[in-house]
């Protein structure tokens, strides 16, 4: 066991570092030049400026380093909690990012409980009811909820609910009302892929031999379901819950923009199109740290609920 806990968590090492260093890679190689569009934003052209003040304005946001040595720069601050300067903002991204953290996490919360309540009870609507069209029905439901694009749902929530019948607004994050038009768009797709993970699960339990001796001997199908067949197919579901935790960040960047929340989510979108390197790597460790604890997390429990996992390292 403790060999697996100790392999688990170098694994989790190992992805934060990838995930920083492709991000890195990524924003080096786009088009563009952040030094262009910071200046722009002041209103100033590089062609105006001297080479002496050319210089000062990239020593001031460490520009003037190359490629390699600004990898090493951020990953050095990074690992002592400090993710610099904003490169577009002149302010700590610490600040930045951490001032619009909560936001994101509220909403990435509340999608998450609106998720787990609806794959829930379509996954269970699905393989307990016994007229088989309905039941069919449920089941290709899902299919449904996978296929729709996330900013298709938004529009279609504001165009319906808050434009069309005005139960809701459009738009902001003050107040729990513009919660709920976000978080149910983050939480289609989901929910969604929760059903169809549960119903494949909840299907191949109640084939299982035990389920057929527990109906021989007389018991419920109520009783079947609820005391064998639920317990055991709802352990797959904790995996999809950390897949869901960990990419709130990522649901964020879409829905965000849509209903104009301020979150680092939007944050995400505006620093990759100003280039702003120092933002967009703090919040991509943000997002894998989110994703691998989670999963981290997801992996333990199952040491814990599943003893067929603690059976199999002792045998390796």
């Known amino acids: 066991m403790t060999g697996y806990i100790v392999r688990r968590f170098l694994q989790a090492i190992l992805v934060l570092w990838l995930a920083y260093t492709a991000s890195y890679i990524i924003l080096y190689v786009l088009p563009g030049d952040t030094l262009v569009y910071l200046l722009a934003t002041n209103d100033l052209q590089i062609d105006a400026l001297s080479p002496q003040e050319l210089q000062q304005v990239k020593e001031y946001y460490g520009l003037d380093k190359g490629p390699i040595a600004q990898y090493f720069s951020h990953l050095a601050g990074i690992l002592q909690g400090d993710f610099g300067t904003s490169a577009t903002k002149s302010q700590s991204v610490n600040e930045i990012v951490f001032s619009r953290l909560p936001s994101t996490a509220l909403l990435g919360a509340v999608s998450v409980v609106f998720a787990l309540a609806l794959g829930l009870s379509v996954a269970i609507a699905a393989t307990y009811v016994q007229w088989k069209p309905l039941k069919v029905f449920l089941s290709r439901l899902p299919v449904l909820g996978v296929s729709l694009p996330s900013f298709w749902v938004g529009l279609l929530l504001i165009q319906v609910v808050a434009f069309g019948l005005g139960w809701l607004p459009s738009s902001g994050s003050n107040g729990w009302k513009t919660l709920i038009l976000p978080s149910i768009t983050m939480a289609l797709p989901s929910a969604a892929v929760l059903a169809q993970v549960l119903i494949r699960s909840l299907n191949d339990t109640l084939k299982e031999p035990y389920i057929q001796t527990a ?102």
Do not use: C, M, W
């Not at 904790?238 to 990522?250: A, E």
């Open 215 to 316: 109906k021989a001997k007389g018991i419920s199908h109520f009783a079947v379901y609820t005391r064998h067949a639920l317990k055991n197919a709802a352990l797959p579901t904790l995996t999809i819950l950390g897949l869901l935790i960990g990419s709130t960040v990522t649901g964020a960047v879409t829905t965000e923009t849509v209903f104009s929340r301020v979150g680092i989510g939007r944050l995400a979108q505006e620093a990759v199109l100003a280039q702003d390197v120092p933002v967009v790597l703090a919040i991509v460790v943000i997002a894998a740290t989110a994703f691998v604890v989670t999963n981290l997390i997801v992996d333990l429990l199952y040491l814990v609920i599943d003893p067929r996992i603690r059976h199999v390292e002792k045998v390796t």
